[in-house]
């Protein structure tokens, strides 16, 4: 597999003990479910019994409706790019838990109308159709609620990955965005016709309590601090740099950047004001280390928003939002570590490799590419590697082209003690993939290998 090295001689260092910091996973899951229980337990108390099938469906109704609210809620939260969120669990792992959240919203919501639309019915002993349409167009509120439950479901849809990757990125932000506006619709619409908000003031205050943190999460996080960063920082491309081919790195000087608290392994959200690129953000991750007033990334033409970059001029003004990720060092639990990259999944790991405390021969880069002329920011890695003593592979094709995969026993053939090693992975989704299972198979704990994927 390891088609090319270079291995410099060892220095005289030693690696200080590693930082890890506990992730916040586990007690924002359990936070989460503790919400979900306290919601179910609004119904019960309101609840003090179900006769018929008319009862029973009206029933399971107001539990599909009120899990429906409150992940609602969860899903504002979870787009609201909270800073210790992502750094803590990882932009990644963020993103599964609003794709998670935002099927089970889409489910319950589904079940919740069909569901209400036939206790409703079997109440008044008339045709389901015409119930429904009583609901939607007699009901208080309803129209509203009808029209953010239409939203909710358009958004679904084109977030499924089937859809999604057949849309431009641009298309699925703005559409995405949509969402804010069919819970603020619907918001209104629980609070009117809820059963278990309609005269009980202690649940309306928790409701909107609920409701109105996730809005001043989104309006902090997500509108107030950027402006006052952006403003503060005054973002503006110093140079673009081509780096190989179809790759560039793009230069931002800025005022003050130490204060970002930007780290290696971190990645910003960039939207480049200039024709063509002002319209969305992008997450890429810095290829450099940070300075107090230049930051680095590296880009490949994947798409038209990257195959742009090239076009961009100097002192084109910038707008970034982050830093953001938590595939840092904080992650690392043992002495020696693996750095395995594929494609521009190098930008992240660069900055790893020239900072992460190592012994010689504790740190290791796989970089795997297609051709030497693939390789992105060879040099610098060389460098590094060179002033710091530690070990470059390159795992490259065969001179007939012929790929050879990334396997359990290639690793240990690397790396005899794979197992006892930190893995730092970022690459192509195939990649990171089938390199997250031979690492599991040469026996890589889960819990050591850490990764961030940037897919939409």
Known sequence: MVTATHSPPPTRHRAPAAEHRRSPAVPLLAAAWAGGLAVL???WQ???????????????????????????????VLMARVPWLERGVGSDRAVRWHASAGRWTVGLLLAHIVLITLGYAAQAHVDVVSEFFSIVLDLPEMLKGTLGAAILVLVGFVSARAVRRRMRYETWYYLHLLTY??????????LALGADFVGNQAAQFAWYVLYVGAAALVLWFR???PVRSNLRHRLRVEAVVPEGPGVHSVWVRGRHLDELGARPGQFFRWRFLTQGLWNASHPYSLSAVPQ?????????????????????????????????GALTADRRRRRKVLLLAGGTGITPLRTLFETLPAAPGDLTLLYRARTTEELT???????????????????LNGPDGARTPITADRLRATLPD?????????????????????LREAGVPASRIHYESFEF
């Open 41 to 43: 337990g609004l119904w």
């Open 46 to 76: 309101d609840t003090t019994s179900v006769v018929g099938a008319a009862g029973w469906l009206n029933g399971a109704g107001r539990i599909t409706g009120l899990l429906c609210g409150y992940m609602c809620a969860l899903l504002v």
């Open 181 to 190: 506006a069919a819970i603020f619709l619907a918001f209104w619409h629980q």
């Open 223 to 225: 509108v107030l601090v």
């Open 292 to 324: 107090p007033d230049l930051l680095r990334i590296t880009v490949k033409s994947l798409g038209d928003h990257s195959a742009a970059v090239p076009t961009i001029t100097r002192g084109t003004r910038v707008w970034a939002e982050g830093p953001y």
């Open 377 to 395: 920011l060879r040099h610098e890695l060389e460098a590094i590697a060179d002033r710091r003593g530690a070990r470059l592979l390159y795992a």
């Open 418 to 438: 794979i197992a006892q090693h930190d893995v730092y992975l970022c690459g192509p989704h195939p990649l990171s993939v089938a390199a997250y299972d031979a």
